[in-house]
């Protein structure tokens, strides 16, 4: 498909999923698979320094939180983000792209179509799939409307489990305690939730859990 070799990175929190992955795409396709990294943090402190794709598993970013993808931006600007193994969801696809990834490949996604995703970037075009594509206009659609949210908003379940603690008032500190969580992890999930649902404060964490139950 491409005559020369493309430089690939790869992270997931699964060591067992990653290194598949690895072994994988290295057989299947002209990758050169520079790296694999158990969290974004990793990515952080040994980055590629070469162009490259960077294949972000979805989970993995989400538990990185909001402040972690964006010292990613800062750190790698030779890099193209390419999310996968995204829910085929519109709101999932929307947080992809609020988290600046360069293309997203759903879950029933098959390895032909990550490596034409991934040879696409590198190529400097956008994958274009069907239906990621569908989500996009939609959304460009809601937000020409004056509609913020066009789909609500998917929490994962420790995002939820966050999300009431918050709105019992508890801080981060004692959130970590009661989760036997590190107040930094609790930190990043509290930031993510809050910029999920565009809260700015902890007296909105209070209203909209009360919203969402009633």
Known sequence: ???????????????????????????????DIASAYGSVGDVVSRPIPQAHVLLLDLATARAAGA?????????????????????????????????????????????????????????????????????LFSYVASLQRGEERAAPVALTPREEQILALMAEGLSNKEIAARLVLQPQTVKNYAHLVMQKLDLHSRLDVVRTLRARRH
Not at 118 to 126: D, F, Q, Y
Request: charged share 20%.
């Open 1 to 31: 498909m491409i005559g020369q070799s493309t430089t690939v990175g790869i992270v997931h929190a699964s060591r067992l999923i990653r290194d598949g992955l690895c072994d994988l795409l290295a057989r299947r396709g002209a990758l």
């Open 67 to 135: 402040e972690a993808l964006m010292a990613l931006h800062r750190t790698l600007p030779q890099a193209k983000l390419l999310m996968f193994n995204v829910d085929d969801d519109d709101q999932a696809i929307i947080e992809c792209v609020r988290a600046g990834a360069s293309g997203c490949i759903l879950q029933e996604a098959t390895v032909d179509e990550l490596l034409a995703a991934v040879h696409s970037l590198m190529s400097g075009m956008a994958p274009q799939s069907p239906r990621v594509i569908t989500s």
